[in-house]
């Protein structure tokens, strides 16, 4: 089996998408929009989660903000997110998404109404369960209809 952590992110969330339509679909229909968004919701967060304390567990718990960059190259590989760095130290990453293959993808497989739920949502999350001093700030996402998603990030080791 090969290391998770090596499959790029974008087709990682390709297959998971593929699962999860389903899931969404069969929901909606016997549950309403609203349980099934929650559910999708609450999964995904389930699995960001874990997935950060397994990236936390391969850098020995010596979490910081440069081996959450270090690891960045995953969720961009192949083209997947374009950005723009504005900022980068020990203590901030900010940067800008321009293009998205992450929302193109999720809309084209027919799942742009929860698209935010299976990645966006994700980004913080994501944080909390890979070191709880990195934190994320962020307040438009071209999932939701922006032009571009600004991440900023900060790592506070006083927090």
């Known amino acids: 089996m090969s290391d998770p952590q090596t499959l790029a992110m974008l087709e990682k969330r390709r297959i998971e998408a593929a699962i999860l339509k389903h899931v969404y679909d069969t929901l909606k229909a016997s549950h309403g929009v609203e349980v099934a968004r929650r559910a999708v919701a609450d999964a995904v967060r389930r699995s960001a989660m874990e997935q950060a304390g397994q990236f936390a567990a391969a850098v020995g718990g010596k979490t910081s903000m440069q081996t959450f960059i270090d690891r960045q190259e995953l969720w961009t590989r192949g083209g997947a997110l374009e950005r ?73 080791k006083d927090a």
């Open 84 to 156: 723009e760095v504005i900022e980068q130290s020990d203590t901030r990453y900010r940067f800008n998404v321009t293009r998205c293959k992450y929302a193109e993808m999720y809309r084209d497989m027919g799942l742009g109404e929860i698209g935010h739920l299976l990645s966006c949502q994700r980004d913080g999350t994501f944080c909390e369960g890979y070191d709880k001093h990195l934190k994320l700030k962020r307040t438009h996402t071209i999932m939701q209809g922006a032009s571009h998603c600004d991440f900023d990030y900060t790592y506070d």
